[in-house]
């Protein structure tokens, strides 16, 4: 009985410390990047947030950005640097580091987590500075920006009005189920001749989204690699203008 009161308080205290260095990081990781208000001037109606895939930065998806603001016009779009350099890309971010090339699945997990408080405090500290509720919030995600973008926004206390998430995968599916807070639509955009993130990955989140209660979209882009096109983003502009028109 001792032993195992002993391990209990043992496995207590290793995840209170955990927790512990966690806020503590999220405290020190201040993202920032590009932003660009809306299109028609004036005070912004909806936030669009974009985050970028590994090796990218925020500016990279400016030009997705300018293309949204043609279907949404009094949207405000901020696209955060990811919090770390990527050592391949030295002009480039990744949102966590995944050593080795086979990029083992509890590794990312643990790589998403990290830094998901921090990409919350962003978020919050967006929505505060325009005034604006989650309801009118949408978050869009390339790759390594659209597991941040699933894992985060499937778990905020109040349901944002959409996921974009292209090219990515949804990690911790097996735990979904019991952490999912929100359930916002989502839409899945991936190419299938993608050889960085398999195309079943789409229909594995897919699943795994509907089993919870979330309602999905999905585009299937044929003979697209790892990369956005034009016909998957305005796919997911018009998915964007009707959730947040309600």
Request: proline share 6%; hydrophobic share 45%; glycine share 10%.
């Amino acid at each position: 009985m001792v032993q195992a009161n002993l391990q209990q308080f043992r496995a207590w205290l290793v995840r209170s410390f955990t927790k512990a260095r966690q806020r503590a990081k999220s405290r020190r990781t201040r993202l920032s990047g590009p932003r660009i208000g809306p299109a028609a001037g004036g005070d912004p109606k909806q936030l669009v947030v974009l985050l970028h895939g590994r090796g990218a930065n925020g500016a990279d998806l400016t030009g997705v950005a300018h293309l949204l603001a043609k279907t949404l016009p009094h949207a405000a779009f901020v696209l955060p640097d990811a919090p770390q350099r990527c050592y391949e890309a030295p002009d480039g971010f990744e949102w966590f580091r995944v050593p080795g090339p086979n990029r083992d699945a509890d590794k990312v997990e643990a790589g998403v987590r990290s830094v998901a408080p921090a990409l919350n405090a962003f978020i919050d500290e967006e929505l505060a500075a325009h005034g604006l509720s989650d309801n009118r919030l949408a978050l869009f995600g390339f790759s390594q920006g659209c597991m941040m973008a699933l894992h985060v926004g499937l778990r905020r206390p109040n349901v944002c009005a959409a996921i974009l998430g292209y090219s990515g995968r949804l990690c911790a599916a097996d735990r979904l189920a019991h952490e999912i807070v929100s359930r916002p639509p989502v839409l899945l955009c991936h190419g299938t001749d993608d050889w960085v993130v398999p195309f079943d990955s789409q229909q594995l989140a897919a699943t795994a989204l509907g089993s919870t209660g979330v309602s999905v979209t999905l585009v299937e882009r044929p003979g697209l690699g790892h990369r956005l096109d034009r016909r998957g983003i305005d796919a997911g502009a018009a998915f964007l203008a009707r959730a947040l028109a309600s």
